[in-house]
């Protein structure tokens, strides 16, 4: 079984900024697409950035300019830099790997979560 899990999350001003990391229990980030995903209470779950190998990276709107993703495959762990932070990116932030292909992604495996709750 593969384990992703997530860490850096927190509780943090409106403005501030978090660092969150995901590190993959065996070399499964190599060659695949890795990415990171958010749900609220009551709202759907959200593609926030993914990074598909020797692809163009994916940024949701809502973050762009603001967020980064990256990735260590050396490493299996992936990255997101979160700047600016805004009331409304409080969610439960959820790491993924798996393919990608013709446009598409199938996130194979997923963490358990990490909560971001930003303060106004």
């Known amino acids: 079984q593969v384990q992703l899990v997530e860490s850096g999350g927190g509780l943090v001003q409106a403005g501030g900024s978090l660092r969150l990391s995901c590190a993959a229990s065996?070399?499964?980030?190599?060659?695949?697409?890795v990415g990171w995903h958010r749900q609220a209470p009551g709202k759907q779950r959200e593609r926030v950035a993914a990074i598909p190998t020797g692809g163009n990276l994916y940024y949701a709107d809502s973050v762009k300019g603001r967020f980064t993703i990256a990735r260590d495959d050396a490493k299996n762990t992936v990255f997101l830099q979160m700047n600016s932070l805004k009331p409304e990116d409080t969610a439960v932030y959820y790491c993924?790997?798996?393919?990608?292909?013709?446009?598409?992604?199938?996130?194979?495996?997923w963490g358990q979560g990490t909560q971001v709750t930003v303060a106004s």
């Open positions: 993924a790997a798996g393919a990608y292909s013709n446009g598409r992604y199938f996130w194979n495996y």
């Open positions: 065996g070399r499964i980030f190599s060659n695949i697409a």
